[in-house]
């Protein structure tokens, strides 16, 4: 699988296209903004986004979904605690911005620990509640995209709805840090970093 990362949408989100190079089959990680350039950003690679995966449903990173589906007929899945964030418009955050959305169902719906087979593909699901209720990681080989779960020498915020300080330092000590030293880590904003770094620097954890 190899990763290509795009950054969209007024808080510089990072939008994710995880592509089989073997078949060209592409999955698209978050859609902050700008559906019609993850589009184009896909084809220039030689890529059909075949489905769309959410790391948590605050507005800058699904604003982009109705349409992203739209044009790529992509199957949107989420997180069994995802779903309600789509169609709430103060759990998403839209209310506080004043951010059109377009509320969208999900076509299918994962849990913790459930294993999405792309392409022969095997990404795990992580539930790391804390910046979220249905904030999950997603894990293939020594790849981490952590959402707003962690990021490079910081971590997610938890003061807006189903935020919890707890559950965000919970998570990511027996979630996140049990992963190897040498696991990357693509977060949801900022730049990447790996597990190994996190530990050592990350102000944090523990």
Same mark, same amino acid.
């Given at each position: 699988?190899?990763?290509?990362?795009?950054?969209?949408?007024?808080?510089?989100? !990072? +939008?994710?296209?995880?592509?089989?190079?073997? =078949?060209?089959? #592409?999955?698209?990680? $978050?859609?902050?903004?700008?559906?019609?350039?993850?589009?184009?950003?896909?084809?220039? !690679? &030689?890529?059909?986004?075949?489905?769309?995966?959410?790391?948590? &449903?605050? *507005?800058?990173?699904?604003?982009?979904?109705?349409?992203?589906?739209?044009? @790529?007929?992509?199957?949107?899945?989420?997180?069994?605690?995802?779903?309600?964030?789509?169609?709430?418009?103060?759990? !998403?955050?839209?209310?506080?911005?004043?951010?059109?959305?377009?509320?969208?169902?999900?076509?299918?719906? *994962?849990? $913790?620990?459930?294993?999405?087979?792309?392409?022969?593909?095997?990404?795990?699901?992580?539930?790391?509640?804390?910046? =979220?209720?249905?904030?999950?990681?997603?894990? +293939?080989?020594? @790849?981490?995209?952590?959402? $707003?779960?962690?990021?490079?020498?910081?971590? &997610?915020?938890?003061?807006?709805?189903?935020?919890?300080?707890?559950?965000?330092?919970?998570?990511?000590?027996? %979630?996140?840090?049990?992963?190897? $030293?040498?696991?990357?880590?693509?977060?949801?904003?900022? #730049?990447? @970093?790996?597990?190994?770094?996190?530990? %050592?620097? !990350?102000?944090?954890?523990?």
């Amino acid at each position: 699988m190899k990763l290509y990362s795009y950054v969209l949408g007024e808080l510089g989100t !990072n +939008c994710y296209i995880w592509a089989d190079e073997k =078949t060209g089959s #592409a999955m698209v990680i $978050d859609a902050p903004d700008c559906a019609e350039e993850i589009v184009k950003a896909a084809e220039s !690679n &030689g890529l059909k986004i075949c489905e769309i995966v959410l790391t948590h &449903g605050h *507005f800058d990173h699904i604003l982009a979904l109705a349409e992203l589906k739209r044009l @790529t007929g992509a199957p949107v899945s989420v997180f069994e605690k995802t779903e309600r964030f789509l169609s709430d418009r103060v759990l !998403n955050l839209c209310h506080y911005v004043g951010a059109e959305y377009e509320p969208i169902k999900p076509d299918k719906i *994962f849990k $913790d620990g459930d294993i999405i087979d792309f392409c022969g593909n095997s990404i795990r699901v992580i539930h790391t509640p804390g910046h =979220t209720e249905d904030s999950v990681c997603l894990l +293939c080989g020594n @790849t981490l995209i952590s959402g $707003d779960t962690l990021f490079r020498r910081s971590v &997610g915020r938890w003061d807006h709805p189903t935020g919890d300080m707890k559950q965000e330092m919970a998570s990511i000590k027996n %979630r996140l840090m049990t992963l190897p $030293d040498d696991t990357l880590v693509y977060p949801g904003h900022g #730049a990447p @970093t790996t597990i190994g770094e996190e530990r %050592r620097e !990350n102000p944090y954890v523990e």
